[in-house]
């Protein structure tokens, strides 16, 4: 049986408070930490308050290795994010609480968040956010928080699978579906893929942090496409991991499109536990050395991301265990999963944040027509990044890990392939024993 794995423990607290009158709406804590109480959580506001009235905009503090950011959203809500200093920028804190918001988003509509009526009663709403909030705050295999880019699972010969995918999705009176393995895609239909790189980020979340159930029904609102009007996500679980979900209205009933599962995809069950069982993401006739212990590779045009803690699996458990023992001790997926996230917080947006943008469309509207906040624009004239004042190009960078001799190598290129997905810029992050 396939199952999730969790990554490294992760330390931090999430506040949501309204930025009006400053009540706290919830706090989340994950890792071993106190809970956070109400008059920190009153420190923390009023500090953000404070400068607000000033007419000054408080975005991070760092104090004693912790790093607080603060972002209002509507001038109605409030996220304070309470995390470990592992970054040189807070950049990825701040998407980070751009997902946090959204994903509340998802689950009850921005009518409710950018108007708060009646505060009790959006306490009670936002309670059905607490499993999502929590899987995205404590950090799973799922690089999306991260890079930003929707998590996808490399498999061979996936015309089958999408063929079926396309016959299910019309039998159910929907253009938009996708088949996952733990919150990763294996094939989606195209209406899919033309929903924002966001909306199917935290959608993919959603499903893997749902509780285990043969089918489920859920009404979601699209952050970008359709913030105030839900339609109902439902979704079937194929196998232990796998998951089939379609977006839909009111058509059509939960157990009529049950029935079509069985009828679609009770055929392709020995496919479907094959692309279960291949955790390395990485497809037959791959050539990938097996001194690569992780990767995770980013089209930065698409932002699709494929990435893998065990992508030596397929060569035998005994040869990846040689091959990450190194001096110290054969590497955890745990550590693995560290240091490749340390990795990539130190070099995208700080040494190559260019790079990151390249290519990709920058939203300035929401379907409702309201202006969204364009990306923070980051130069070297900051100070705060690595890169300034290099004059050259960066492609290439590395760390040497202080636990074991093992290393991170970086490497961004330009690739042009006739396939939908593989044209334009790529980066990716690998660890190898040094």
Request: proline content about 6%; some cysteine.
């Given at each position: 049986?396939h199952?999730?794995?969790?990554?490294?423990?992760?330390?931090?607290?999430?506040?949501?408070?309204?930025?009006?009158?400053?009540?706290?709406?919830?706090?989340?804590?994950?890792?071993?930490?106190?809970?956070?109480?109400?008059?920190?959580?009153?420190?923390?506001?009023?500090?953000?308050?404070?400068?607000?009235n000033?007419?000054?905009?408080?975005?991070?503090?760092?104090?004693?290795?912790?790093?607080?950011?603060?972002?209002?959203?509507?001038?109605?809500?409030?996220?304070?994010?309470?995390?470990?200093?592992?970054?040189?920028?807070?950049?990825?804190?701040?998407?980070?609480?751009?997902?946090?918001?959204?994903?509340?988003?998802?689950?009850?509509?921005?009518?409710?968040?950018?108007?708060?009526?009646?505060?009790?009663?959006?306490?009670?709403?936002?309670?059905?956010?607490?499993?999502?909030?929590?899987?995205?705050?404590?950090?799973?295999?799922?690089?999306?928080?991260?890079?930003?880019?929707?998590?996808?699972?490399?498999v061979?010969?996936?015309?089958?699978?999408?063929?079926?995918?396309?016959?299910?999705?019309?039998?159910?009176?929907?253009?938009?579906?996708?088949?996952?393995?733990?919150?990763?895609?294996?094939?989606?239909?195209?209406?899919?893929?033309?929903?924002?790189?966001?909306?199917?980020?935290?959608l993919?979340?959603?499903?893997?942090?749902?509780?285990?159930?043969?089918?489920?029904?859920?009404?979601?609102?699209?952050?970008?496409?359709?913030?105030?009007?839900?339609h109902?996500?439902?979704?079937?679980?194929?196998?232990?991991?796998?998951?089939?979900?379609?977006?839909?209205?009111?058509?059509?009933?939960?157990r009529?499109?049950?029935?079509?599962?069985?009828?679609?995809?009770?055929?392709?069950?020995?496919?479907?536990?094959?692309?279960?069982?291949?955790?390395?993401?990485?497809?037959?006739?791959?050539?990938?050395?097996?001194?690569?212990?992780?990767?995770?590779?980013?089209?930065?045009?698409?932002?699709?991301?494929?990435?893998?803690?065990?992508?030596?699996?397929?060569?035998?458990?005994?040869?990846?265990?040689?091959?990450?023992?190194?001096?110290?001790?054969?590497?955890?997926?745990?550590?693995?999963?560290?240091?490749l996230?340390?990795?990539y917080?130190?070099?995208?947006?700080?040494m190559?944040?260019?790079?990151?943008?390249?290519?990709?469309?920058?939203?300035?509207?929401?379907?409702n027509?309201?202006?969204?906040?364009?990306?923070?624009?980051?130069?070297?004239?900051?100070?705060?990044?690595?890169?300034?004042?290099?004059?050259?190009?960066?492609?290439?960078?590395?760390?040497?890990?202080?636990?074991?001799?093992?290393?991170?190598?970086?490497d961004?290129?330009?690739?042009?392939?006739?396939?939908?997905?593989?044209?334009?810029?790529?980066?990716?992050?690998?660890?190898?024993p040094?």
């Amino acid at each position: 049986a396939h199952s999730h794995v969790r990554t490294y423990t992760i330390m931090a607290y999430l506040a949501a408070i309204t930025a009006e009158t400053g009540v706290p709406l919830f706090v989340r804590t994950t890792g071993n930490l106190p809970p956070l109480s109400f008059p920190v959580v009153g420190s923390l506001n009023g500090v953000h308050l404070f400068a607000s009235n000033l007419k000054t905009s408080l975005l991070s503090c760092t104090n004693g290795g912790v790093k607080v950011v603060w972002k209002c959203f509507y001038q109605s809500i409030t996220l304070i994010l309470v995390m470990t200093d592992d970054s040189p920028v807070e950049t990825h804190l701040l998407h980070l609480l751009d997902t946090m918001f959204n994903a509340l988003v998802l689950l009850i509509g921005l009518q409710e968040l950018e108007c708060v009526q009646n505060v009790e009663r959006l306490k009670k709403d936002l309670k059905c956010c607490y499993p999502l909030i929590d899987n995205l705050l404590q950090g799973t295999q799922l690089m999306y928080p991260l890079t930003q880019s929707v998590d996808v699972v490399a498999v061979e010969d996936v015309s089958t699978l999408s063929q079926c995918m396309d016959a299910f999705s019309e039998a159910v009176h929907s253009g938009y579906g996708c088949v996952s393995v733990d919150g990763k895609i294996i094939v989606a239909t195209e209406s899919w893929w033309n929903l924002s790189p966001l909306e199917i980020g935290l959608l993919a979340h959603l499903i893997a942090s749902l509780p285990p159930a043969r089918c489920q029904d859920i009404p979601v609102y699209l952050p970008r496409a359709s913030n105030k009007v839900a339609h109902r996500m439902l979704v079937f679980s194929l196998l232990e991991g796998v998951h089939v979900c379609v977006l839909c209205d009111a058509e059509p009933s939960l157990r009529r499109a049950q029935d079509e599962v069985g009828v679609y995809w009770s055929g392709l069950t020995e496919r479907l536990v094959k692309c279960a069982r291949n955790p390395s993401s990485v497809p037959p006739g791959v050539d990938l050395s097996p001194s690569v212990l992780a990767f995770c590779l980013v089209n930065l045009r698409s932002r699709r991301c494929v990435s893998s803690l065990k992508p030596s699996t397929f060569l035998g458990d005994s040869i990846n265990n040689t091959l990450s023992a190194g001096f110290q001790g054969e590497l955890s997926t745990e550590e693995r999963h560290r240091y490749l996230v340390d990795f990539y917080k130190t070099v995208a947006d700080n040494m190559l944040p260019s790079q990151v943008k390249d290519g990709v469309k920058q939203e300035t509207t929401a379907a409702n027509g309201a202006q969204l906040r364009p990306p923070e624009e980051v130069t070297p004239a900051n100070g705060r990044l690595l890169h300034a004042g290099i004059p050259h190009k960066i492609t290439e960078s590395y760390i040497c890990t202080k636990e074991s001799n093992h290393g991170c190598v970086q490497d961004s290129n330009r690739q042009q392939g006739s396939g939908r997905g593989t044209r334009g810029s790529s980066s990716q992050l690998i660890i190898k024993p040094f």
